[in-house]
């Protein structure tokens, strides 16, 4: 049992974060190269990278599905799962992190903080997960680490406690200075690892310097360290390590380190950095689920009963891979879980340690471990598998609303029951897609995060189903809200058709509900008073307006941000039911919404435009034209940076518009900020 338990002390389960480009795949294969898990290294523009195996990947030269790998670094197990950096498929960042212990975030030297660098690291702040940065690009022109890190700063809000001082700038970049340890890390060119020496003499009095400033920011935020600072006035590289471990692990300062994983420099101390903060599956609170409605914690123990969440699906023709985080206990190769989602038996056929695409088979896996699983047939992302006889919940992943929709159809009608399956199995593993029939027109609708992530998702059926498929013109998912209500709105439903009758009297207040709110749209709240209506009949009323929400009155869209109060009802002795109350919720708040002042919403995205400061203004008119509204804009280097909010519906063929006008040297990143009124209904399609 003990060594169980210290081997647990030696995982890492971490992922890779950043805005795309900013080389998060080529860190990871950098990674997978120095642990020796790999002998060449992989290159993106080469399309021979291990993580984006999926041929759309490698034609795209992005990442587009999250892919977890296993290595091995002094020591210690790291599991490291490659997120995608592009918005679209910020849902499959979310999934990883639900599962993460801690983060590596990568920023461009060049660039710094940018618009997904900013949202996949808010993505983090929600799940607590403790993280480290790494300044990449440090060889390129224009790359300031200092710069870098006031970004950071600035537009992230953590403290940087910045541990490296580079050695060299832009294409003269050849390493860092350890400013714990104040050593130099020197990489000749095509060299694997790095030469260890005494700091270069032009540099020692800047690394004296910056060590003291790191001196000052951790003493000031962690008490033994302040109480080492203060005795002898400067701290020890072990104390200064422990304080880094524990201020790292508790959200309270981010390490940052900087390196060129294109020339493989910087990757070593980087690794290092990661077994030396980054938690260990014994170091995050224990995982906490429901059992009963009662909430339960699972300790990260070998021998406690087992509970694992479901993160990821792979549907291959071949069978399901299903991907795993172990929180408690052990699973065997055959042994019965049961799915406390689906709420039935499943049998572990085998059990694979993943290597992207490759997968070594394994006998077991315990708690803290990341694999993946072959035999499931119900679990699903989210699903929560468990010892049958002490069953637990575990919170799934949250999964985001689809906001973009194509109509798709089979360009032979005898394709269509296979372009039906080739759907489920889409949306089986990705929970962000959606499928349904439109009702008015009987097509089958497509619904995603945006037009990459629907393209994607086309192609896949086209690529891997063979299917031949007919795409409509995107559109947007639309919104409804209440602009002004209703009060005392009187609905009575009374139908008698032979025997038992139904009979339903309610009275609504209708309102606007600006507060966020996690219950789909609706705060629902009884005023009834001398017990007129039973509280069985208020949350049947309740169950009727959420129904009544998925159609509003001007285009038939989902209503959000509404407040129902129930404020009167009467009963009948016989009649009266939950199915009668249940009807009267849903068409008495239909109706009522119907009478009120309703308000058309679209959905807003916050777009940053980067181009030559010469086509600054045919891109402001440009965006201007498309109901864009600027936020800011910055120039610098001769080019300029223009930050604006425009209705995600404008947005579609603007990557090509902007190309156009600025001869292929504009380039742009946009990331959903929410919904705003639409300026008429007849904007609805």
């Given at each position: ?634 120039t610098g280097a001769g080019t300029a940076v223009v930050t604006a909010t425009v209705p995600l519906a404008e947005l579609f063929g603007y990557a090509t518009r902007l190309r156009s006008r600025t001869q292929g040297r504009g380039t742009f990143s946009a990331r959903p900020t929410g919904y705003a009124p639409a300026p008429t209904p007849a904007a609805v399609r």
């Amino acid at each position: 049992m003990r060594t169980h338990v210290n081997t647990l002390t030696t995982v890492r389960n971490l992922g890779i974060l950043a805005h795309v480009d900013a080389g998060k795949t080529t860190v990871t294969e950098r990674i997978l190269y120095t642990t020796g898990t790999t002998h060449k290294r992989g290159e993106v523009h080469d399309g021979t990278t291990v993580t984006d195996f999926d041929p759309q990947e490698r034609d795209r030269g992005i990442t587009i599905f999250a892919a977890a790998v296993s290595c091995s670094w002094d020591g210690h197990r790291i599991n490291l799962i490659d997120t995608p950096g592009h918005v679209d498929f910020a849902d499959e960042v979310e999934r990883s992190l639900r599962v993460l212990d801690g983060a590596v975030a990568v920023f461009d030297a060049v660039a710094g903080v940018e618009p997904q660098s900013e949202s996949v690291w808010r993505q983090a702040d929600r799940h607590g997960v403790p993280r480290i940065a790494f300044v990449n690009k440090m060889d390129r022109a224009g790359a300031d680490l200092d710069a870098a890190v006031a970004s950071i700063r600035e537009r992230l809000h953590p403290v940087p406690l910045v541990v490296q001082l580079p050695i060299g700038a832009e294409d003269g970049f050849t390493g860092v200075v350890d400013l714990l340890r104040m050593r130099a890390l020197v990489w000749a060119d095509g060299a694997d690892t790095a030469e260890e020496g005494p700091v270069p003499h032009a540099l020692r009095a800047e690394a004296g310097r910056r060590r003291r400033l790191l001196e000052e920011a951790v003493a000031e935020r962690h008490p033994a360290a302040l109480e080492e600072f203060c005795d002898r006035e400067t701290l020890d590289a072990t104390t200064l390590a422990a304080a880094l471990r524990d201020l790292t692990r508790g959200g309270d300062g981010v390490v940052v380190l900087c390196g060129s994983a294109y020339r493989n420099r910087g990757v070593e101390p980087l690794l290092d950095a990661v077994v030396a903060y980054l938690p260990s599956p014994l170091d995050v609170p224990p995982v906490r689920g429901t059992r009963d409605a009662a909430e339960q914690e699972r300790p990260a123990d070998p021998a406690a009963p087992m509970a694992a969440l479901a993160f990821k699906v792979n549907a291959t023709p071949t069978g399901r891979l299903t991907y795993l985080r172990v929180y408690s206990g052990t699973i065997g190769k055959g042994d019965t879980v049961w799915d406390a989602t689906a709420r039935r038996t499943e049998r572990i056929g085998r059990i694979l340690r993943v290597c992207a695409d490759r997968h070594d088979p394994l006998e077991r896996a315990v708690a803290g471990d990341i694999v993946a699983v072959v035999g499931l047939k119900s679990a699903r992302a989210g699903s929560t598998l468990c010892a049958p006889d002490d069953p637990l919940v575990l919170e799934p992943p949250g999964v985001a609303e689809p906001v973009v929709h194509v109509a798709v159809q089979a360009r032979r009608s005898t394709d269509t029951d296979r372009l039906a399956t080739a759907l489920a199995r889409l949306t089986e593993e990705d929970p962000s897609l959606a499928v349904r029939s439109d009702p008015q027109t009987g097509q089958t609708v497509l619904s995603g995060m945006g037009e990459l992530h629907l393209e994607v998702a086309v192609e896949r059926v086209r690529r891997e189903h063979g299917l031949e498929v007919a795409v409509g013109r995107p559109g947007v998912a639309y919104r409804e809200t209440v602009g002004e209500g209703v009060s005392g709105f009187v609905y009575r439903h009374v139908k008698q058709d032979g025997g038992a009758g139904q009979f339903a009297h309610v009275v609504l207040d209708v309102e606007p509900w600006e507060e966020d709110t996690e219950e789909r749209g609706l705060v629902f709240r009884s005023a009834v008073v001398g017990g007129r209506v039973p509280q069985e009949f208020v949350r049947a009323v309740e169950a009727g307006c959420r129904d009544a929400l998925a159609e509003g009155p001007l285009g038939g869209h989902p209503v959000t941000g509404v407040r129902v109060t129930l404020v009167d009802g009467l009963t009948h002795v016989k009649d009266s039911s939950e199915t009668a109350f249940r009807t009267a919720g849903r068409f008495g708040l239909r109706d009522a919404l119907r009478v009120s002042e309703m308000v058309l919403l679209e959905p807003v995205v916050e777009v940053t435009v980067t181009v030559p400061e010469d086509a600054v203004g045919g891109v402001l008119g440009d965006l201007a034209a498309r109901r864009g509204r600027v936020k800011g804009s910055g120039t610098g280097a001769g080019t300029a940076v223009v930050t604006a909010t425009v209705p995600l519906a404008e947005l579609f063929g603007y990557a090509t518009r902007l190309r156009s006008r600025t001869q292929g040297r504009g380039t742009f990143s946009a990331r959903p900020t929410g919904y705003a009124p639409a300026p008429t209904p007849a904007a609805v399609r």
